[in-house]
């Protein structure tokens, strides 16, 4: 069974930093390539970036030159690093993989960002 499981939300001042953590389990994590989704009460999930097996990152728009995605295949983790966050970055963040036609998510974890 695929548990997502993600870390590391919290309260943070514009322009801080936070550091989000998913981790993987039940799956061959190494292969497969890995999302960082985001959601807001009454607005559709959207994606924040994804990661490939082999490293290759990509990004909204919104969040480009201020997150970085990465992964550590040996401890089967996915990290968000989010740098200069905004009031507009708050949302619940979701980790995902699409793994044997299937798309799993994690519990998700509130990111605020106010002053």
């Known amino acids: 069974q695929v548990q997502l499981v993600e870390s590391g939300g919290g309260v943070v001042q514009p322009g801080g930093s936070l550091r989000l953590t998913c981790a993987a389990s039940?799956?061959?994590?190494?292969?497969?390539?890995m999302g960082w989704y985001r959601q807001v009460p009454g607005k559709q999930r959207e994606l924040v970036a994804t990661?490939?097996?082999?490293?290759?990152?990509n990004y909204a728009d919104s969040v480009k030159g201020r997150f970085t995605i990465s992964r550590d295949n040996a401890r089967s983790t996915a990290l968000l690093q989010m740098n200069g966050l905004k009031p507009e970055d708050t949302a619940v963040y979701y980790c995902s993989v699409f793994y044997r036609q299937t798309n799993y998510w994690g519990q998700g974890t509130q990111v605020t960002v106010s002053s």
């Open positions: 039940g799956m061959f994590f190494g292969i497969y390539t």
């Open positions: 990661i490939t097996s082999g490293g290759s990152s």
